[in-house]
């Protein structure tokens, strides 16, 4: 298929983390009375935990109580669980997003935000209607009657949030310093044993319903919905390090990765340009990450074996399988946190959808790197991409062959293969 953006320019907005500019204005604005300022993903943060009983939260009483009238059953006892269960975040990662979109929804409030008491809703009402949106991925006709407001005004304070997000939270996704790098690696070679491996890769689909005039076959993916693509690469932390969404779910995954940033980067030797370690024959293995095969393989990405596989290719694929299977589970746990992207979106703005999408990776960035706890239960108890079949890529670059063997040959042989099951935050 043709590049879209070509025959289609303007009818998309396609989100990269490398054509993504970083707001380092974010750190400076956003207000947190000193718990928490754009911390270093991976640092730990000093435990807080505010009065639920304060002012703001009048709101999530009356919400709280109209959730135990229709669900008593599936709302946690415990009303910090409860909080969770319904914002996917503990309070004190709550009061941090409201600290970084603050200032825009005080300053730049949407018309009409004006609730049945007459007062101006407050920021944490307006963030709370916003994440129940995106956590739930009910209509806004239904959120809106969760929290005592009409739809426009779900529609209206949802995108607000997501536009300020966009902007102001941004340093919650980007690429490893080599220093983070060295800390990533080390841990990868803990979780699989592979050397030198610095995340995994994974993409899949955001379906949609589309009106007549928007049913492009460009949309319509193999599993014959309208779907759009989210790629993202992921830390040992199951925490996003780069995307690329806004791309129909009809191209190949191999075509999704030609077109990003990341790869450009990557080709151009900018990227995943880190030193090399020494394999025990003197070989030199480069920086590289994991990927299925739906992925070509190429120096900087390593694929499986396919069939007729020796004992050590079977390693190879068990430790790769270690590896990449971390991104397939942080997609898991994205789409089963923020529902919004799990179910079926009813004719969305496609302009719109991608800064829906990002803001999702990056809400679920913050709960790792606040290392708060996302209740079990979240994760999709199956495949990220349900009813979808894997579509092998062919490509294989003859260096990223070569590379394959030079890893396969460095690990150690071992009659039973016990790798270590990866541990992370939000788990």
């Known amino acids: 298929m043709a590049p879209v953006n070509k025959s289609k320019k303007g009818k998309h907005q396609i989100k990269d983390s490398d054509n993504l500019k970083t707001m380092e204005s974010s750190k400076s604005k956003a207000k947190d009375s000193g718990k ?43 009303e910090e669980e409860a909080f969770r269960y319904f914002f996917r975040t503990s309070r004190s990662t709550f009061d941090y997003i409201c600290s970084i979109v603050r200032d825009d929804l005080i300053s730049r409030p949407p018309s009409g935000l004006i609730n049945i008491e007459g007062r101006l809703l407050s920021v944490e009402k307006q963030v709370g209607i916003a994440m129940r949106r995106l956590a739930s991925g009910d209509s ?29 939270a941004r340093h919650h996704l980007v690429w490893p310093d080599q220093e ?22 994974d993409a899949t689909h955001i379906v949609m319903t589309l009106p007549a005039v928007d049913s492009s076959e460009d949309w319509c993916d193999h599993a014959k919905n309208y779907s759009m693509f989210l790629q993202g690469i992921f830390d040992h932390e199951m925490r996003f390090i780069d995307i690329v969404t806004g791309w ?7 075509q999704l990765l030609k077109f990003s940033g990341f790869y450009k980067l990557c080709q151009a030797g900018k990227r995943l340009d880190g030193p090399a370690q020494v394999s025990r024959e003197g070989a030199q293995i480069r920086e590289f990450i994991v990927g299925d095969m739906c992925y070509p393989l190429l120096p900087w990405l390593m694929t499986p074996y396919g069939e007729s596989l020796s004992a050590p290719m079977v390693d190879f694929n068990a430790r790769q ?35 829906i999408i990002l803001v999702c990776c990056l809400l679920h960035n913050i709960i790792i790197d606040r290392q708060d706890q996302l209740l079990p239960s979240l994760e999709l108890p199956e495949h990220h991409d349900t009813g ?40």
């Open 36 to 78: 928490f300022k754009g911390a270093k993903p991976g640092c730990a943060v000093a435990a807080h935990q505010p009065d639920l009983r304060d002012p703001d939260m009048e709101w999530w009483y009356a919400f709280l109580s109209k959730q135990k009238e229709r669900q008593a059953d599936s709302v946690p006892s415990d």
């Open 248 to 254: 129909p779910g009809s191209m190949p995954y191999s």
């Open 321 to 355: 399988n270690a590896a990449r299977m971390l991104g397939t589970r942080a997609l898991a746990q994205l789409k089963g946190s923020w529902k919004i992207l799990h179910k079926v979106m009813w004719r969305p703005d496609k302009k719109k959808l991608p800064s």
């Open 388 to 427: 979808y079949t894997e579509v092998n890529c062919q490509k294989k670059n003859r260096n990223g062959k070569v590379m394959r063997e030079v890893i396969t040959e460095h690990l150690p042989r071992c009659e039973t293969i016990e790798l270590n099951k990866p541990t992370g935050s939000v788990v």
């Open 180 to 201: 983070r790098m060295d800390d990533i690696k080390a841990s990868f070679e803990v979780v699989s044993g592979l050397p030198n491996c610095c995340g995994a890769i």
């Open 140 to 168: 806004q006709v239904s959120v809106g009657a969760a929290f005592g407001v009409g739809q426009s005004t779900v529609s209206q304070v949802t995108w607000r949030f997501i536009e300020s997000m966009e902007e102001r």
